[in-house]
């Protein structure tokens, strides 16, 4: 079983391409020029943004797991073009040269509105605010309406084997309130995730990933060493990035990571 891999040099890709190549899968990865191939995979160079690229990439493939992503930038017409014009192009040529595929994106829980009244489920309407969720749900529904065989893994707060996400979390949160509680995955556990998505275990649908238990920002900050100041004062919108997770316990999936206290003891952190 061939599998593309984009974005595989990324947070997420760099962990997840070595764990399906031991899972028996023959990995093949898009690689920019002057990228460094990562072991276990077979390289074939091209660019999501460039159409012509693709088809030798994506020739003879069982399936592509899309991971190439832009989010941590202030440029919004470059997030637009990677997120929602890169997976057109992409859908496009496995349209074309593989339609027999499964396509298996990534996504994100914050593509849920600020205010649900409950935890994320997969199937409440989202219309988020920012660019990045924003061209991930646009990202969504075109393969949603591809025609093709779909999977979309709506991943939480990733961290994990020494990424250093976790510990650059309290650079990030800003004036955050320290009781506010988000879902986390481990890399581990995106790994069974994409796996069970290859073996077909989640075929047309979106589906969140995420551990047991989301934790407040003020118990992550304590755990890396960067305490929060504490407060009493009411939550807005308590269940903003906490995601419901029935689905996936439904089709199969059991986080082997439970919960980010199981890392942190564990060392995997």
Same mark, same amino acid.
Request: aromatic letters at 6%.
């Given at each position: 079983?061939? #599998?593309?891999?984009?974005?595989?040099?990324?947070?997420?890709?760099?962990?997840?391409?070595?764990?399906?190549?031991?899972a028996g899968f023959a990995c093949r990865v898009l690689l920019r020029p002057g990228k460094d191939c990562p072991a276990g995979a077979t390289g074939v160079t091209g660019d999501i943004l460039?159409?012509? !690229?693709l088809a030798k990439a994506v020739t003879k493939i069982s399936a592509v797991v899309h991971l190439a992503a832009v989010f941590?930038?202030?440029?919004?017409?470059? +997030?637009?073009?990677?997120?929602?014009?890169?997976?057109r192009n992409l859908?496009?040529? #496995?349209?074309?040269?593989?339609?027999?595929?499964?396509?298996?994106?990534?996504?994100?829980?914050?593509? %849920?509105?600020?205010?649900?009244?409950?935890?994320?489920?997969?199937d409440d309407?989202?219309? *988020? =605010?920012?660019?990045?969720p924003a061209s991930k749900v646009a990202a969504e529904r075109e393969l949603r309406e591809s025609g093709l065989n779909w999977s979309i893994l709506r991943f939480p707060f990733v961290y994990g084997d020494g990424d250093g996400h976790l510990e650059s979390l309290p650079d990030? #949160?800003?004036?955050?309130? *320290?009781? =506010?509680?988000? !879902?986390? +995955?481990?890399?581990r556990d995106i790994a069974q995730a994409v796996t069970l998505a290859l073996r077909g275990a989640f075929d047309r649908r979106v589906v969140n990933i995420a551990d047991e238990a989301p934790s407040s920002i003020y118990e992550l900050a304590g755990i890396v060493g960067s305490p929060?100041?504490? !407060?009493?004062?009411?939550?807005?919108? *308590?269940?903003?990035?906490?995601?419901?997770? !029935?689905?996936?316990?439904?089709?199969?999936?059991?986080?082997?990571?439970?919960?980010? %206290? =199981?890392?942190w003891q564990e060392d995997i952190s």
């Open positions: 079983m061939t #599998v593309l891999i984009t974005g595989a040099t990324g947070l997420v890709g760099e962990r997840l391409v070595p764990r399906l190549a031991e460039d159409p012509s !690229s941590r930038t202030q440029d919004t017409d470059l +997030i637009w073009k990677s997120n929602l014009d890169g997976t859908i496009a040529a #496995v349209k074309a040269h593989a339609p027999d595929a499964r396509f298996i994106m990534s996504s994100t829980s914050h593509v %849920y509105n600020k205010d649900n009244p409950h935890p994320g489920r997969e309407p989202v219309d *988020p =605010q920012h660019a990045y990030h #949160v800003g004036a955050w309130h *320290p009781a =506010q509680r988000m !879902s986390t +995955i481990h890399h929060m100041k504490s !407060s009493a004062e009411p939550l807005a919108n *308590p269940w903003y990035l906490h995601v419901d997770t !029935s689905l996936a316990r439904s089709l199969g999936f059991r986080p082997g990571i439970r919960t980010v %206290y =199981q890392a």
